[in-house]
């Protein structure tokens, strides 16, 4: 079974910045796309920012300048660098695949959360 590894979370002052890596594992025929999603207590769950297999980037508006989505494709990691953080910018943040099992067979798979907490 495939399985995505999140870490980086933490508790920073607005201004300030984090890294969250994203680890995936397991059956991984290969990587169509991973991405980073947040949602806010209250609030739906939001694509942040993704990146393909031939390495199109795709950031929600809130983000653009400031984070910046990479990878390791021999690792098959995804990193989200996080700078001059805002208190909207507070929630739990998810790693998201979407990998081939097979040369044909596409299949998704959701990582556990790691918690991001922005304060003034």
């Known amino acids: 079974q495939v399985q995505l590894v999140e870490s980086g979370g933490g508790l920073v002052q607005a201004g300030g910045s984090l890294r969250l890596s994203c680890a995936a594992s397991?059956?991984?025929?290969?990587?169509?796309?991973m991405g980073w999603y947040r949602q806010a207590p209250g609030k739906q769950r939001e694509l942040v920012a993704a990146?393909?297999?031939?390495?199109?980037?795709l950031y929600a508006d809130s983000v653009k300048g400031r984070f910046t989505i990479s990878r390791d494709n021999d690792k098959n990691t995804v990193y989200l660098q996080m700078n001059s953080l805002k208190l909207e910018d507070t929630g739990v943040y998810y790693c998201h695949a979407d990998h081939y099992i097979d040369s044909y067979t596409l299949r998704e798979v959701w990582g556990q959360g790691t918690l991001v907490t922005v304060s003034s």
């Open positions: 990146i393909t297999s031939g390495g199109s980037l």
């Open positions: 397991g059956n991984i025929f290969s990587i169509n796309a």
